[in-house]
């Protein structure tokens, strides 16, 4: 099955930095790779997702970018904001209806 | 955008006893639902993908005799923890997908802690 790696699993920035997380997976057939912000006692929430055949997409301050050929996506958020602190989730799936697997998160800090 | 609910936030009860989790699509409908377990400072772990008008399809090493998990419309799927014990304490996640496109963007509801004692 479709193992994801993500790092940093902690990482502390301060306001207005970039902060950037990196995932690998092991299955070439993933071709869906969301990111979930997910806060202290809430459900994760969707902030950006790519699919396989787009290399870069952009919203706002959070980007992904994502290399087929070695398997990487990585979250870019720039001007990081203290609201930004909060764990993130990288995931991949097959797309239609098939599971999602995530990766351990990463729990980002902004000092403000 | 699409929005999912759960229902309770949170529970707490006493050991062997049953809890019902539901979880709502509240302006899309559903066929698939997922269901999910998280320990603290830890990854979500599928337990189950629910299907509406069929039988949910478990991940290996949940046990579907006690998670038990009904899609009895396309909005609406519960999991109900049968013979809860302090080892099932976590937090339940489900998620459901509009199935607009290729129908595998999914969303989460808001989680339901449960509390074994």
């Known amino acids: 099955g479709e193992n994801v790696e993500q790092h940093p699993s902690t990482l502390s920035v301060q306001e207005g930095d970039s902060a950037v997380i990196k995932c690998t997976y092991s299955d070439s057939a993933s071709n869906y790779f969301p990111w979930y912000k997910q806060e202290l006692g809430k459900g994760p929430q969707l902030i950006i997702d790519i699919r396989s055949n787009v290399g870069e997409k952009k919203d706002q301050r959070i980007a992904v970018t994502l290399n087929k050929t070695a398997k990487h996506f990585s979250l870019h958020i720039t001007e990081t904001q203290p609201e930004d602190s909060a764990v993130y989730f990288c995931?991949?799936?097959?797309?239609?209806?098939?599971?999602?697997?995530f990766g351990i998160g990463t729990k980002l800090q902004v000092i403000p | 955008g699409a929005v999912v609910s759960q229902h309770p936030s949170r529970v707490i009860c006493k050991s062997g006893t049953s809890v019902k989790i539901e979880c709502r699509s509240l302006?899309?409908?559903?066929?698939?639902m997922f269901w999910y377990r998280q320990f603290p400072k830890q990854s979500l772990m599928l337990m189950a993908t629910s299907n509406e008008g069929s039988k949910a399809t478990y991940e290996q090493g949940v046990e579907k005799d006690k998670f038990l998990i009904n899609h009895a419309s396309l909005t609406l799927s519960t999991l109900t923890v049968t013979s809860a014990h302090p080892e099932d304490s976590s937090f339940y996640i489900c998620s459901a997908s509009p199935g607009q496109g290729t129908g595998d963007t999914q969303y989460f509801g808001p989680g339901t802690r449960l509390t074994v004692l």
């Open positions: 302006d899309f409908q559903a066929t698939t």
């Open positions: 995931a991949a799936s097959t797309g239609g209806y098939q599971k999602v697997t």
